[in-house]
C-alpha cells in the first residue's frame, strides 16, 4: 500500500499515520521529522532549513524532493510507504509522480483529513499546553506566529493538490472533525472500497 495523507497543521495526521503503519505494515515518511533530524544532527540541509521551519515557511522544494528520492531507495519502503508531509506544493506532487513513475509504481490513494480551521488552532493551542505541562520541548515552530504562517502556506501551496489529485481519481477525502475512532474507521473503509 502506498499512500500520502494530505491535511494541513493540527489535521491529525500524526495520529492517523500511526494507525495507518501499524495496520497495513507500512513504513512512515515524514519530511518533518526527517527535516527536523537534520536540524539536530547539523548537516547541511539542516543548516538550510532551521530558519525557514522556525518561521513556518516552506523549505525549497529541491531541497525536500531530493531527501524523498533518496529515501525511496531505501529497502524498507519497497513494501509501501505512507508520506506525511510531503508532497506540500503541486511541483512536488509533479516530481513524485516521475519518481514513481521511474520505479514503475503508482499511490494507492491520497487520504486528506478535512478539518476546518478555528479547529487547527485549537487542537495546536491544546497540544502545546499538554506539553509544556508534561515539561516536554515545544517544536520551534509551535508559536501563534510560525503558526500562522504553517496555515498559510497550506491555504495557498498545499490545499491545490486537493484538485490535483481530485482530478487523478486517487483522492479520498475525509472528515477530520470527527472523533479519531471514527476517522480510523472511515479512511479503512474507504481504502476497502478501492481494493
Ligand atoms: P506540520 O504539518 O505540523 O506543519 P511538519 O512536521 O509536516 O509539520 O513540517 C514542519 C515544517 O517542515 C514545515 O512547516 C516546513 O517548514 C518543513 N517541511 C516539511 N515538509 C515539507 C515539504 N514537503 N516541503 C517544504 N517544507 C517542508
Redesign the pocket.
Known amino acids: 500500500m502506498r499512500l500520502v495523507l494530505l491535511g494541513?497543521?493540527?489535521a491529525g495526521?500524526g495520529t492517523q499515520g500511526d494507525r495507518l503503519i501499524e495496520r497495513h505494515g507500512i513504513t512512515r515518511l515524514?519530511?518533518?521529522?526527517m527535516?527536523?533530524a537534520a536540524v539536530k544532527a547539523g548537516t547541511p540541509v539542516g543548516l538550510k532549513?532551521k530558519d525557514?521551519?522556525a518561521r513556518?515557511?516552506?523549505?525549497?522544494?529541491e531541497?525536500?524532493i531530493a531527501i524523498i528520492d533518496d529515501r525511496l531507495k531505501e529497502p524498507d519502503v519497497q513494501n509501501g510507504f505512507i508520506l506525511?508531509?510531503?508532497?506540500?506544493?503541486v511541483a512536488?506532487a509533479e516530481a513524485l509522480d516521475k519518481l514513481l513513475a521511474a520505479k514503475g509504481i503508482r499511490l494507492n490513494a491520497v487520504v486528506e483529513l478535512k478539518v476546518n480551521e478555528g479547529a487547527l488552532l485549537k487542537r495546536i493551542e491544546t497540544r502545546i499546553a499538554e506539553m509544556t505541562a508534561r515539561g516536554e520541548q515545544v517544536r520551534a515552530?509551535d508559536n501563534p506566529e510560525a503558526l500562522k504562517k504553517?496555515l498559510d502556506?497550506y491555504r495557498v501551496q498545499t490545499a491545490p493538490l486537493s484538485a490535483y489529485y481530485g482530478k487523478k481519481g486517487t483522492l479520498l477525502e475525509i472528515d477530520g472533525m470527527l472523533p479519531i475512532d471514527d476517522v480510523s474507521g472511515v479512511i479503512e473503509a474507504k481504502l476497502k472500497a478501492l481494493s
Open positions: 494541513p497543521p493540527g495526521k515524514s519530511t518533518g521529522d527535516l527536523r532549513a525557514i521551519m513556518g515557511d516552506l523549505v525549497p522544494d531541497v525536500v506525511d508531509g510531503f508532497p506540500r506544493t512536488q515552530d504553517r502556506a
